[in-house]
């Protein structure tokens, strides 16, 4: 359509986002479907966080706010980022948009001219390289194997680097495979970027607090400080709180940047909404007593998703140290015919004839920059998901 922008042309819908509702169109239209797309905690927002965002509307916390959050909200992730990242930042060092997504946005488009290069690891956050091509930037892909479980060797990260290389954006732990770095592993990869001056990294931790087996997680400022002038450090409470609905996002970086993102917002959405940043303070200082709940409930789902798909034919399921995704190798069933004589010529049609066969919603690697691949979510009911796994068994059973 010739009256949408240029920009628009260079990006695509949200598959996850997609695949969701496609299955919630099916399941409306009284299909029996389980959805393993969605990308958020099935827990509800812990009740003291809600009691602090009731407490702020009777306060008639409701108006305007700083573009870039509240002073409190300042605060708390300042104190957040020393207790549990080591990291110092000043509050004018500090960034607060709606949502981890508004923030990397800002930061993308702040910074990004026509040439820029960004390197992302693949599998990838699907937004990544869509809101680098938004800016206008050029997204340069680079694999991150399943035989390394997913993570990027430094070799792989130094052969990228180009003179046009402004930023390196790094996810641990990442969605989709749910693998984390340790810190010896960052700092492999921190050893490489101190050669180059140029490369700024963003650091997406928005899945810190969900780790499992005793895995310690860390942040690629904390490792290498002489970085830190030159690292974003994005965060957020959707994952940690279950807070997606709620829409707060943040980030520690040098003055200057956190400046020319406030601008940005200053011009686009202003302040995230005041009452969430109320919620979020709470989130941030009251007490974090649910979390290991979550995590050892997380932990148990991952292992039952696991070893249920390591039994099903033709997959292979590698187990992720975080966050709530699994991203098994569907490679065993490509070639394979259905029941109905649909053939699995990719990843994509494995999600498609899945979701008509047995109802059950998987986003189809392709979708993150890796086949064939799938990704399932597991932050959903045990039951749900023990029957979704008995599902995915059987019309791998069944193919030929
Ligand atoms: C890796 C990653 N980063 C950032 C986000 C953004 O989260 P939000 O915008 O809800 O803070 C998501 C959400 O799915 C994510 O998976």
Not at 276 to 300: N, R, Y
Not at 350 to 375: D, N
Request: hydrophobic share 40%.
């Amino acid at each position: 359509m010739g009256f949408v922008a240029h920009a628009l042309e260079r990006v695509k819908p949200s598959p996850t986002m997609a695949i969701t509702s496609k299955a919630r169109e099916l399941k409306a239209a009284g299909h029996d479907v389980i959805g393993l797309g969605a990308g958020e905690p099935d827990f509800d927002t812990p009740d003291n966080i809600k009691q602090a965002a009731i407490a702020a509307i009777k306060r008639g916390e409701t108006k305007y706010t700083a573009v870039d959050g509240i002073p409190e909200l300042k605060a708390a992730i300042v104190k957040k980022f020393a207790r549990e990242n080591g990291l110092t930042y000043k509050p004018a060092e500090i960034s607060v948009g709606s949502g981890g997504k508004q923030v990397l946005y800002n930061a993308l488009l702040a910074t990004l001219n026509p040439g820029d290069e960004v390197i992302i690891p693949s599998p990838y956050w699907v937004s990544y390289p869509d809101i680098v091509m938004l800016a206008g930037g050029t997204p340069v892909i680079v694999e991150a194997k399943l035989a390394d479980g997913f993570k990027l060797k430094p070799e792989a990260l130094a052969a990228a680097i180009t003179p046009r290389t402004k930023w390196f954006i790094f996810n641990s732990p990442s969605n989709p495979t749910g693998a984390a770095y340790t810190r010896d592993e960052i700092k492999a990869l921190t050893d490489v970027l101190l050669k180059h001056e140029q490369v700024w990294v963003l650091t997406d931790d928005i899945y810190e607090h969900l780790v499992y087996d005793g895995f310690e997680f860390t942040t690629p400022a904390a490792v290498e400080p002489k970085l830190k002038g030159r690292t974003l450090t994005l965060n957020g409470v959707s994952k940690a709180y279950s807070m997606t609905g709620w829409r707060i996002g943040y980030a520690g970086g040098p003055e200057p940047l956190i400046k020319a993102m406030a601008t940005l917002q200053s011009q686009s959405t202003s302040n995230p909404c005041s009452i969430s940043q109320w919620a979020a303070v709470e989130a941030l200082e009251g007490p974090q007593d649910f979390l290991p709940l979550w995590v050892a409930s997380f932990q148990e789902r991952r292992d039952l998703v696991v070893s249920m798909l390591n039994q099903a034919k033709g997959l292979t399921c590698p187990t992720p140290e975080g966050a709530f995704y699994v991203y098994p190798s569907c490679a065993g069933v490509i070639g394979k015919t259905t029941p109905k004589g649909q053939k699995i010529g990719s990843d994509e049609d494995f999600a498609t004839a899945l979701l008509q066969e047995e109802g059950v919603a998987v986003v189809h690697g392709a979708a993150f920059g890796l086949s064939p691949f799938f990704r399932i979510s597991y932050a959903t009911g045990a039951d749900a998901l023990e029957e979704a796994c008995r599902r995915i068994q059987r019309f791998c059973a069944s193919l030929t």
